[in-house]
């Protein structure tokens, strides 16, 4: 079965700092990775996307993608207590799996 | 991105009733999904709904008790059937951008059977 998993958390970060946020992998055939970040009592809204090895930035965030350790993970730079969230972690074959989400606190 | 409103935003419904909820994207869209989220927990997919044949249920997910249209490519609803208690949870209508392979959520409906 394929699987994602993430530590359900709760990460705390104080603010300013970097938030780092994993995500393994079960289905070496995946082909593209998502991270979603969730408030509490919304729907998940798509933040970043990569289908490479290496690393995408977008703003203060940047995905890490390692095919081959089959890990990805998300970073968030200059944290703001803004972004204290639910991250899913959701990975792409033929279907999308998802992650049962990381709990992020920024502690003002 | 694709844009995606559901009606009714939240609902409380008697037990033993039907409710329908209805999803609209505001482009064409090849993939629709139907999610559910329990509180504090991950996305569950009931079923992928497909343009012109029946929806593809995932295990544990039935047409009798979830039907699901998809009359075109913008526009889907699923009922939750002779709902129960259990059937108390948060419904996601998710669309797929074919040209990026990005997936959406509409804002979800709030279901509470009594």
């Known amino acids: 079965q394929k699987e994602v998993e993430q530590n359900s958390g709760p990460l705390s970060v104080p603010e300013g700092a970097i938030a780092s946020l994993n995500c393994t992998y079960s289905d070496r055939g995946s082909q593209s990775f998502f991270w979603y970040r969730q408030y509490s009592g919304k729907s998940p809204e798509l933040i970043m996307f990569i289908y490479s090895n290496g690393d995408k930035e977008d703003g203060r965030f940047t995905a890490q993608l390692n095919k081959a350790s089959q890990y990805v993970s998300l970073l968030i730079r200059d944290s703001q207590p803004s972004d204290s969230a639910t991250y899913l972690c959701?990975?792409?074959?033929?279907?999308?799996?998802f992650g049962k989400g990381t709990r992020l606190h920024i502690l003002p | 991105s694709a844009v995606i409103s559901q009606k009714p935003s939240r609902d409380i419904c008697q037990r033993g009733t039907s409710l329908t909820i209805q999803c609209q994207v505001d482009?064409?869209?090849?993939?629709m999904f139907w999610y559910r989220q329990q509180p504090g927990q991950s996305l569950t997919l009931i079923a992928t709904a497909n343009q012109g044949s029946e929806a593809t249920y995932e295990s544990g997910f039935v047409i009798d008790k979830f039907p699901i249209s998809r009359p075109n490519l913008t526009f889907s609803t699923l009922t939750v059937s002779n709902m129960s208690p259990e059937d108390s949870s948060i419904y996601l209508c998710s669309a797929q951008d074919s040209i990026r392979d990005t997936q959406y959520f509409g804002p979800g409906t709030r279901l509470t059977v009594l």
């Open positions: 959701a990975v792409k074959d033929d279907k999308i799996i």
């Open positions: 482009s064409q869209v090849t993939m």
